[in-house]
């Protein structure tokens, strides 16, 4: 354990329903990004480490698969429960960890609960179906069962959310988990292992190990226990997990982040979009895989826009996630930031203009910080526009038409997300259906919600959280046939 916020913070695997040290006593200094002190240490699993969790998970599976769906559904629930009566200890953990504001990691905490909260709901409606056969003795039922033990790796930028949207669908169905957290930012992941101990879910259903990603998935996919595999990260650790898991045949899910295009129309209440977008844009300093990352707007109203745009900016105050005024906080990590600053350096040697920020803050020596970015005169060749951004960078560029816009908008590797902003129905719908991308926001952009699909298409990745269809990963239907033996009416 250690003392966070005057709470205390578990630092131990979780395996089999007990805290431990990893065998060998190796652990990992965790970092806060606002300061680059370590607040924590948490083990570095070895190969036996992840052995005994993967046996307690085979066993686990064995023991939830057989609990009944209402036992499941109240065991969410209490989950859920209970990360809403932490949401300030989970909150003050989180900002901790990977620096996001306060009041941005209370929100997602308490969207953490959600997922647990609809989930509990959806273990007990995991529907089947009948179907008449050719003949009247035959008997034909196709129902959903769990899939297995399941392996979920979940990335540093939302350490509450991103595994909370494994944990709750693949526990409703009725499938083990092993989590693997982010090695940047594991202790939100252990403070869940925490809440299903308290929630009295059996041991081995839930475990959690800490330590480098890379080494843990290598073990835990190469055997036959683990049957399904969900991870939100990069196109590269996507492509390389997925080649493990093939060798084993293994089910995988996958959400490998975006490049969301913004299309704002000239009928668009200016203003209010740029000021809407400016914040949207520098939440979590822009460390969102669904964030708006390029913003295409009408050629007429482009230049009122880019003027609200950095106005709102430049109201946006920078600091440390543990100050309640702050609006941005920093980078999860000096990486983060050295490639924020290469990308501005590419963009503004090609052409484009800062018309904002476009450095590490002069206040901010310490801290992994980058001053919230907004650059026009941007175009295809630079790197900004087409790879990923996951900073606090806005490139702000013009289209003449919608068919101009939706081809710019397409123009990516990444299908996760796009918006728009109009007041015409029209162009609302014809933009939304005509975006190549898993989701589409009209006039706002916090679409992500418990209740709806989350995922993307393209090099965004394969496969749903959220929804009724986020349960559906996590099972696979068996289909019986059964001819009755008496005689033929």
Same mark, same amino acid.
């Given at each position: 354990?250690?003392?966070?916020?005057?709470?205390?913070?578990?630092?131990?695997?979780?395996?089999?329903?007990?805290?431990?040290?990893?065998?060998?006593?190796?652990?990992?200094?965790?970092?806060?990004?606002?300061?680059?002190?370590?607040?924590?240490?948490?083990?570095?699993?070895?190969?036996?480490?992840?052995?005994?969790?993967?046996?307690?998970?085979?066993?686990?599976?064995?023991?939830?698969?057989?609990?009944?769906?209402?036992?499941?559904?109240?065991?969410?629930?209490?989950?859920?429960?209970?990360?809403?009566?932490?949401?300030?200890?989970?909150?003050?953990?989180?900002?901790?960890?990977?620096?996001?504001?306060?009041?941005?990691?209370?929100?997602?905490?308490?969207?953490?609960?959600?997922?647990?909260?609809?989930?509990?709901?959806?273990?007990?409606?995991?529907?089947?179906?009948?179907?008449?056969?050719?003949?009247?003795?035959?008997?034909?039922?196709?129902?959903?069962?769990?899939?297995?033990?399941?392996?979920?790796?979940?990335?540093?930028?939302?350490?509450?959310?991103?595994?909370?949207?494994?944990?709750?669908?693949?526990?409703?169905?009725?499938?083990?988990?092993?989590?693997?957290?982010?090695?940047? %930012?594991? !202790? $939100?992941?252990? @403070?869940? &292992?925490?809440?299903?101990? /308290?929630?009295?879910?059996?041991? +081995?259903? =839930?475990? *959690?190990?800490?330590?480098?990603? %890379?080494? !843990? $998935?290598?073990? @835990?996919? &190469?055997?036959?226990?683990? /049957?399904?595999?969900?991870?939100? +990260?990069? =196109?590269? *650790?996507?492509?390389?997990?997925?080649?493990?898991?093939?060798?084993? @045949?293994?089910?995988?899910?996958?959400?490998?982040?975006?490049?969301?295009?913004?299309? =704002?129309?000239?009928?668009?209440?200016?203003?209010?979009?740029?000021?809407?977008?400016?914040?949207?844009?520098?939440?979590?300093?822009?460390?969102?895989?669904?964030?708006?990352?390029?913003?295409?707007?009408h050629e007429s109203v482009a230049a009122q826009f880019t003027e609200e745009f950095v106005r709102a900016t430049a109201a946006l105050r920078l600091g440390p996630g543990s100050d309640p005024a702050t609006d941005v906080g920093?980078?999860?990590?000096?990486?983060?930031?050295?490639?924020?600053?290469?990308?501005?350096?590419?963009?503004?040697?090609?052409?484009?203009?800062?018309?904002?920020?476009?450095?590490?803050?002069?206040?901010?020596?310490?801290?992994?910080?980058?001053?919230?970015?907004?650059?026009?005169?941007?175009?295809?060749?630079?790197?900004?526009?087409?790879?990923?951004?996951?900073?606090?960078?806005?490139?702000?560029?013009?289209?003449?038409?919608?068919?101009?816009?939706?081809?710019?908008?397409?123009?990516?590797?990444?299908?996760?997300?796009?918006?728009?902003?109009?007041?015409?129905?029209?162009?609302?719908?014809?933009?939304?259906?005509?975006?190549?991308?898993?989701?589409?926001?009209?006039?706002?952009?916090?679409?992500a919600t418990a209740q709806a699909p989350f995922g993307g298409v393209k090099y965004s990745g394969f496969g749903s959280e959220?929804?009724?269809?986020?349960?559906?990963?996590?099972?696979?239907?068996?289909?019986?046939?059964?001819?009755?033996?008496?005689?033929?009416?």
């Amino acid at each position: 354990m250690t003392t966070i916020g005057n709470q205390p913070t578990p630092t131990q695997l979780y395996v089999d329903g007990q805290w431990r040290e990893a065998a060998d006593g190796e652990r990992i200094d965790v970092v806060d990004p606002a300061t680059e002190q370590v607040i924590a240490t948490v083990p570095r699993a070895t190969a036996g480490d992840v052995d005994d969790a993967l046996a307690a998970a085979a066993t686990g599976f064995d023991r939830w698969r057989a609990t009944g769906a209402w036992q499941r559904s109240a065991a969410l629930r209490t989950m859920a429960e209970i990360v809403r009566d932490e949401v300030d200890r989970y909150a003050a953990v989180m900002t901790a960890e990977q620096g996001k504001p306060l009041a941005q990691a209370r929100a997602e905490v308490l969207a953490s609960a959600d997922q647990f909260d609809w989930y509990a709901d959806e273990a007990r409606r995991i529907y089947g179906r009948t179907v008449d056969g050719h003949t009247t003795d035959v008997r034909i039922t196709v129902r959903r069962e769990p899939i297995g033990p399941v392996a979920a790796f979940a990335p540093w930028n939302f350490p509450s959310l991103l595994p909370a949207r494994k944990l709750a669908p693949a526990l409703a169905a009725g499938c083990s988990v092993i989590l693997v957290p982010p090695i940047e %930012a594991p !202790l $939100s992941s252990l @403070l869940f &292992a925490e809440a299903a101990h /308290r929630a009295e879910i059996p041991a +081995g259903v =839930v475990g *959690v190990v800490t330590g480098d990603p %890379a080494e !843990l $998935s290598e073990r @835990l996919l &190469a055997g036959p226990i683990i /049957r399904k595999v969900s991870l939100t +990260g990069s =196109v590269p *650790v996507g492509i390389a997990v997925s080649t493990m898991a093939a060798r084993t @045949l293994k089910s995988v899910s996958m959400e490998l982040g975006g490049h969301s295009p913004v299309l =704002v129309f000239p009928d668009a209440d200016i203003e209010a979009a740029a000021a809407l977008c400016a914040v949207g844009k520098f939440r979590n300093a822009g460390q969102v895989c669904i964030s708006a990352s390029r913003f295409l707007v009408h050629e007429s109203v482009a230049a009122q826009f880019t003027e609200e745009f950095v106005r709102a900016t430049a109201a946006l105050r920078l600091g440390p996630g543990s100050d309640p005024a702050t609006d941005v906080g920093p980078l999860g990590s000096a990486r983060r930031r050295e490639a924020v600053a290469a990308m501005v350096d590419d963009a503004v040697g090609k052409g484009a203009t800062v018309a904002h920020g476009g450095s590490r803050p002069v206040d901010f020596q310490v801290g992994f910080f980058f001053e919230p970015t907004v650059l026009t005169g941007v175009s295809s060749e630079m790197s900004v526009m087409t790879d990923e951004p996951f900073g606090p960078i806005a490139p702000i560029t013009t289209f003449t038409d919608l068919a101009e816009a939706i081809k710019v908008a397409n123009s990516t590797a990444y299908g996760l997300a796009g918006f728009v902003f109009t007041r015409d129905l029209d162009t609302a719908y014809r933009a939304a259906e005509e975006l190549d991308t898993g989701m589409v926001g009209v006039n706002h952009l916090t679409i992500a919600t418990a209740q709806a699909p989350f995922g993307g298409v393209k090099y965004s990745g394969f496969g749903s959280e959220g929804g009724t269809e986020g349960i559906d990963d996590y099972t696979h239907p068996k289909y019986v046939n059964v001819r009755l033996p008496g005689p033929r009416p």
